[in-house]
């Protein structure tokens, strides 16, 4: 069981923050190559359903890559979000936190994953683990900076 924890100071409202962390449709915006749509109704609620696909662009706006889907298993705004990986390949939950920090704000970003496909499964996270966290850098230096410049 993978564990992964990153976090990043962002200079801006907890308040910013959170609304731009949780809207699950514009999350391409900051989260590198992943695109999300909400699945059955709106999903900034507890039970809310959310499928991601992550991967390589292909034409006509499609990814070649692995879907995420995902349930809202806490709901806690504006603090905290914690969603259940549900997919054939992502599974295990995933939080992401806000603390509040002199008028800005700390964003956690957590995920425990069960790896699918025995030792193949951890062979290949052994040798993902350095891509996926440096993606997942980039992606909240990503989300800090637009959080950052947005009114």
Excluded: K, N
Excluded at 67 to 87: F, K, N, S
Excluded at 107 to 116: K, N
């Amino acid at each position: 069981m993978p564990d992964l924890v990153e976090r990043i100071d962002v200079e801006a409202p907890p308040e910013r923050v959170w609304e731009l962390l949780t809207d699950w449709e514009r999350q391409g915006d900051w989260m590198l190559l992943t695109d999300v749509r909400e699945v059955g109704g709106p999903a900034r609620r507890l039970h809310g359903r959310l499928a991601a696909r992550t991967g390589i662009p292909l034409p006509g706006g499609r990814r070649l890559g692995v879907l995420d889907t995902m349930v809202v298993v806490r709901w806690e705004p504006p603090r905290l979000v914690q969603v259940q990986h549900t997919g054939r390949i992502v599974r295990g939950p995933g939080t992401f936190e806000v603390l509040p920090r002199d008028g800005h704000a700390t964003v956690v970003c957590s995920e425990t994953w069960y790896l699918p496909f025995g030792v193949v499964g951890v062979v290949g996270w052994w040798l993902a683990r350095p891509l996926v966290v440096w993606g997942l850098r980039r992606s909240l230096r990503r989300l800090a900076a637009l959080a950052e410049t947005r009114p």
